[in-house]
């Protein structure tokens, strides 16, 4: 029965039957409060299944900082970055490939979360960044090397090295907000541009991704490599 | 509990014991030098490992005073938000010795009890005693 009706029943009868009503009929009295305080609190039946959803499958999160410029939250952009986090791919297994942006808990300070891109996995050299000690680094097993895709102002593995793979938390695969950036991150890729098409701001932009991407895989020698040229 | 890298404390195999899980998740940086932890294995992410902690974040420690697998006079200092860990069976233990500090998120909980078998039950306390010289 809507909240509507019930209302007008209880408003058009006159004081004495109310009262002989609620004196006969207890359960009913609060069979009504409950339907009068119970519509707004039915979001809490839902609550279980939204929390298993954000925690096992997807998630939306903001994103904040500079460090992962200009991919995320650009100087030109006046809101962070509102983003889905994919969290089932890392929960089942999924082997990290490079290039992809995740998300992962800062291993100096646990309560922070941080998001970086996959430089390196296991096996790989890597010549590393200034703050680092060593000048080239050996990924070990069951580790990745994390970087920001600027490299003036980021915390990441030039800092505190190599990640082991159960730090990472999520990996980022699609940006909801703001709307002329919206879509899925795509490995940056050579753009080609069509035939008599002037090149046009998108393809400067696309064209300098991927020439930071070379010019941060040049940095790593894969396992692969490696065992070709010994 | 499974596996020879913490003998004589924990047995090989056959035992059941008591994570506490909370107390670490409310208050992460209350860890004592001497306690049995379970963290996450840095090396392989879908296993559960259970070492004790050496060294706190800032300590000196030396890495194998056995010298199985490194000189016996190296020493290094446990970096910002890190931990040395070993396992009691120096022999038989892959741990701080082989993979360097483990970051201190990755740490779950500590043992608190052993409750199987029954006849070897016992609580596993959080404080150290120091051998002073």
New interface residues.
């Given amino acids: 029965m809507s909240l509507f009706s019930k209302f007008l029943k209880l408003s058009g009868r006159p004081l004495t039957s109310r009262r002989i009503h609620s004196a006969t009929d207890p359960e009913g009295s609060s069979r009504r409060t409950w339907a009068l305080i119970g519509r707004p609190l039915r979001w809490i039946y839902w609550l279980p299944l939204g929390l298993g959803f954000t925690q096992y499958f997807y998630t939306l999160k903001t994103v904040r900082g500079r460090s992962m410029q200009p991919t995320l939250n650009p100087d030109t952009s006046s809101w962070d970055d509102i983003v889905i986090f994919d969290r089932y791919s890392i929960n089942s297994g999924e082997p990290i490939r490079k290039g992809d942006i995740v998300a992962l808990q800062d291993p100096i300070n646990s309560r922070k979360m941080l998001v970086k891109r996959v430089v390196a996995v296991a096996g790989d050299i890597v010549k590393t960044l200034p703050p680092y000690p060593d000048a080239e680094v050996f990924i070990p097993e069951g580790h990745v090397w994390v970087e920001g895709d600027e490299p003036f102002r980021t915390l990441d593995s030039n800092k505190f090295g190599p990640v082991p793979l159960a730090l990472l938390d999520s990996k980022l695969m699609y940006i909801v907000w703001p709307l002329d950036r919206i879509g899925p991150l795509r490995p940056p890729i050579s753009p080609v541009s069509k035939r008599g098409a002037s090149r046009d701001f998108r393809w400067y932009s696309d064209m300098a991704a991927f020439e930071r991407e070379q010019r941060r895989q040049s940095r790593v020698t894969t396992r692969s490599t490696t065992t070709s040229h010994s | 509990m499974a596996g020879p890298s913490m003998l004589p404390t924990l047995d090989n195999s056959g035992e059941l014991v008591l994570e506490s899980i909370l107390p670490h998740r409310l208050f992460?940086n209350q860890l004592g030098r001497g306690e049995l932890i379970t963290l996450?294995?840095?090396?392989?992410?879908?296993r559960i490992i259970c070492k004790r902690v050496i060294g706190l974040p800032g300590d000196v420690v030396c890495v194998d005073p056995t010298g199985l697998k490194a000189h016996s006079t190296e020493h290094v200092l446990v970096?910002?938000?890190?931990i040395w860990v070993a396992g009691d069976n120096a022999a038989w233990s892959k741990d701080s010795r082989d993979?360097g500090p483990?970051?201190?998120?990755?740490v779950r909980g500590r043992i608190a009890a052993r409750i199987y078998p029954l006849n070897r039950f016992t609580v596993f306390s959080k404080n150290a005693t120091y051998i002073e010289h």
Avoid: E, F, Q
């Avoid at chain 2, 970096?79 to 890190?82: A, D």
């Avoid at chain 2, 483990?102 to 990755?106: D, E, G, Q, Y």
């Fill in positions: 992460p996450t294995s840095p090396v392989d992410p879908s970096p910002k938000g890190h993979y483990v970051s201190m998120a990755l």
